[in-house]
């Protein structure tokens, strides 16, 4: 691996805080421009590894190793498919890689665009061409076409007419701009829609559990459009193969780390930013927690981006540094959080009941634990459920969901491990691992976000106080377009 770090730069002009896709995009973007890097671009990230919330630490212990041994151990590792965790960009909607992966390409020389397919030249052989199915858990494996077609263990045939209706009709009408004689009101509250008050009290109990494992906590206070764009994408934007660079085994964020320090960023990883001051020469200070370089706790710079979501600065900098329509979305916009429970090497010891043709991005959904899974390319289950926002893994809440969680994974091992999960033991083999990870921001725009909230504005209160991802209403729908407007905007506002 090239080891292209320069810890000397204790003053660089830019500094950008978190390394995340946001963070990623405007390192590449900004480090063309050769004045900057002279004058020095470092980004922190708290993670051993980049990527961000897709990407979990490694399990491995690095207490006492330099950044040459933790990378190398990392990229080794994760090469050779150990312990590598999280879902890395595997369960995003291929349309979206693709134009994401577009903008990364396009800040890349004709070399670095080489250097980039070299990285990735053994791992073609990944791809799958597979369309991607949902199946739904209770006893039985229900695929979606049975789910759809008649009844089963989950719908009674007029149940999954109801439901095909959510899915199928109104999002879908909305998006046909011949059809102007829509009767949707497009402000409806979910709870309020005709469409959901004239159900009856056995069916509304029957759908809930299912909404909630795809949309989230609190839909019915949703917009009634907004839920059915949920449940519409469930069903329909998994359903192509992904570009292989983004399946997890892959290493995308090793290939873009490289090509960061070969130009001479300056990558500080397993160090997090836990406060920032403001100084008079209008110079920021950050206060650090270095995990392999502990004196070095402080750096200074110009310029200071954060690229993580807007609600985590508020613990770094005083909310009078926001400017007012952030501090309305950090104040009115509740997050979500997400619980994931990861279980490595799934195939060996998957129920017995496996239906024979299921592939890697698949989804599964246990309307009964309110939760969802899918399996990795590599192998790995991924089990989830949303709730609302927590940032401990002891709170009630998430002991909660972790419970839902080893209750749906139960289901769909085989028989001997189910039991010893249902016991609360973990399950008994070295070769597996199983970790529980809380994600504590999932979804920074819940779909009940107030329709006045518009952030656009990625300055903040102070000058040289920027930051980006995917907080900004005002810029797109979708959190990725977000993410690239916003990355762009700093970018400009610095050149
Ligand atoms: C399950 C799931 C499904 C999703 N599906 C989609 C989808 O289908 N389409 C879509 O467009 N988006 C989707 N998203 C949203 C997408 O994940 C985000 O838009 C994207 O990850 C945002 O990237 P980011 O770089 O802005 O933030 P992050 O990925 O959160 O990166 C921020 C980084 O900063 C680091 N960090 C945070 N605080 C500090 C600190 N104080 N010091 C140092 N480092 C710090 C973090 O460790 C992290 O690595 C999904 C998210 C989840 C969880």
């Not at 992966?101 to 396009?106: K, L, P, Q, T």
């Not at 149940?159 to 949707?184: A, C, G, M, P, T």
Request: proline share 4%; aromatic share 10%; hydrophobic share 35%.
């Amino acid at each position: 691996m090239d080891n292209h770090l320069n810890f000397e730069v204790t003053k660089p002009e830019i500094v950008i805080v978190g390394g995340g896709i946001s963070g990623l995009l405007l390192a590449l973007k900004i480090s063309k421009d050769p004045k900057k890097l002279a004058n020095g671009i470092v980004l922190i990230e708290k993670q051993p590894q980049l990527g961000g919330r897709f990407f979990f630490s490694s399990s491995a212990n690095f207490s006492g190793k330099n950044y040459e041994e933790i990378t190398n151990e990392l990229f080794e590792n994760s090469s050779k498919k150990i312990n590598l965790s999280g879902p890395g960009f595997e369960s995003m909607p291929s349309v979206t890689l693709e134009a994401l992966f577009r903008h990364f390409e396009s800040h890349l020389s004709e070399e670095e665009k080489n250097e980039f397919e070299e990285f990735f030249k053994n791992e073609n052989e990944n791809s799958n061409t597979n369309t991607h199915k949902s199946y739904f858990i209770k006893k039985e494996f229900v695929s979606d076409r049975e789910l759809f077609s008649g009844s089963s263990e989950i719908l009674t045939k007029k149940e999954s007419e109801i439901f095909r209706s959510f899915v199928e009709d109104f999002y879908q009408e909305k998006n046909n701009k011949e059809n102007n004689n829509s009767v949707l009101n497009e402000n409806i509250i979910f709870e309020k829609s005709q469409q959901w008050t004239e159900l009856s009290k056995a069916t509304k109990e029957t759908l809930s559990p299912i909404f909630t494992a795809i949309v989230g906590p609190n839909w019915e206070k949703s917009l009634f459009l907004n839920v059915c764009k949920s449940l519409w994408s469930f069903f329909h934007l998994q359903k192509k193969e992904i570009p292989g660079y983004f399946y997890r085994g892959m290493c995308l964020e090793f290939g873009i780390a490289k090509i960061l320090k070969k130009r001479g960023v300056v990558i500080r990883t397993l160090c997090e930013v836990i406060r920032v001051n403001h100084t008079k020469e209008s110079l920021f200070q950050l206060i650090l927690s270095d995990e392999v370089m502990p004196l070095n706790n402080s750096i200074h710079c110009k310029k200071l981006i954060f690229a993580i979501p807007l609600t985590k600065c508020l613990g770094l900098i005083a909310k009078e540094h926001f400017t007012p329509s952030q501090s309305r979305f950090v104040s009115k916009v509740r997050p979500v959080s997400l619980v994931v429970s990861e279980i490595s090497h799934f195939h060996s010891i998957k129920s017995e009941n496996w239906p024979e043709n299921v592939s890697s991005g698949d989804q599964f959904l246990f309307p009964v634990e309110r939760a969802q899974c899918f399996l990795t390319q590599d192998g790995r289950m991924l089990f989830s459920t949303k709730l609302d926002y927590e940032e401990s893994l002891q709170a009630p809440a998430v002991r909660e969901a972790v419970s839902r969680l080893r209750r749906a994974a139960a289901r769909v091992l085989k028989s001997e491990y189910a039991e010893e999960l249902k016991k609360g033991a973990r399950i008994p083999q070295n070769k597996i691992s199983e970790r529980i990870v809380l994600l504590p921001v999932a979804y920074t725009i819940p779909s009940d976000m107030p329709s006045n909230i518009e952030v656009k504005e990625t300055k903040m209160g102070i000058d040289g106080l920027y930051c980006c991802g995917d907080s900004f209403p005002g810029f797109a729908e979708e959190p990725w377009k977000m993410v690239v407007n916003s990355v762009y905007d700093v970018a400009m506002q610095l050149s």
